[in-house]
């Protein structure tokens, strides 16, 4: 006899009542679970257990695909902003499914099987790329590559909109969080030398501008002992000879500009480059 736990657990705790009994659940057995409180419906053909995530019963309740930003941050990719739900709907569906949420009317690039609460990891980084400014779209797809969700070489396959063929040629893997991915396109124009996440004097530096002028990001875990460690890093580069700049999560997302001015102040010093003879 099939294990109706078992199965839901397969489908993430949540499936239509149809699927069940494809996988040899038997309508009294369904009945019996929701009689007995161990399924709750959730609309007419879907069951849940009790604790299921209330995003996807959301989802199945709505008829919808938990897409774009939503399930970028529910794989754990780096999202700078998700203020509201995205969900995707069927482009011929003819009515809005909720209005709560970020709706995305758009065909899929990959399709959908009718089953399906969640988008694909390609679907996401399509509508991602439609629906988010340039520097929070590309923090998602390098984010995605670097975590290995998806290789370029298949999205390179897919008949990308142009929002999306352009972040595929400008995302790389070296970033090591969407902050960095975000401070690299915002100091192109300088015309120098930025390479991420290259080791010097026995650790990484998250972007070393030019040949000598290393910028340090922090997140949230430069604290306790990961600060003492950087503060040690830091001396160790000056000693090298290299100067460095760090900054906090709150400087790269709200006071960019105060950053960029250090930046370009240091770069107009000459503190980018190379010594050579004790003189820049």
Known sequence: MTDLHAVMARKGGIARTAVLRSEGIGRHAIDRALATAALVRVKKGWVAVPDADG????????????????????????????????????????????????VHWAAPAVPRHPDVLVDGIENVLVTVASCQPYEAALAIWESALRRGEVQREALARLALPPA?????????????????????????????????????????????????????????????????????????????????IRVSYVQ????????????????????HARERDGRR
Do not use: F, K, N
């Open 55 to 102: 995003e996807l019963r959301a989802a199945a309740r709505a008829g919808v695909v938990l897409t774009c930003v939503t399930q970028a941050r529910r794989l754990g990719l780096w999202v700078l902003a998700a203020d509201r739900p995205h969900v995707a709907a069927h482009p011929h569906s003819g009515r809005a499914p909720t209005r709560t949420a970020v």
């Open 164 to 244: 999306a063929r352009r972040l595929l040629d400008d995302a790389g893997v070296y970033s090591d969080s969407g902050l960095e991915t975000l401070v690299v396109p915002r100091l192109r124009w300088l015309g120098l030398p930025m390479r991420r996440q290259i080791w010097i004097a026995g650790h990484r530096v998250d972007l070393l501008i030019g040949d000598r002028l290393v910028l340090q990001i922090d997140g949230g875990h430069h604290v306790g002992a990961q600060r003492d460690a950087d503060i040690a890093h830091d001396a160790a580069l000056m000693l090298l000879g290299y100067h460095v």
């Open 252 to 271: 790269v997302i709200e006071r960019w500009s105060d950053v960029q001015e250090v930046i370009m102040r240091a770069v107009a010093q000459g503190l």
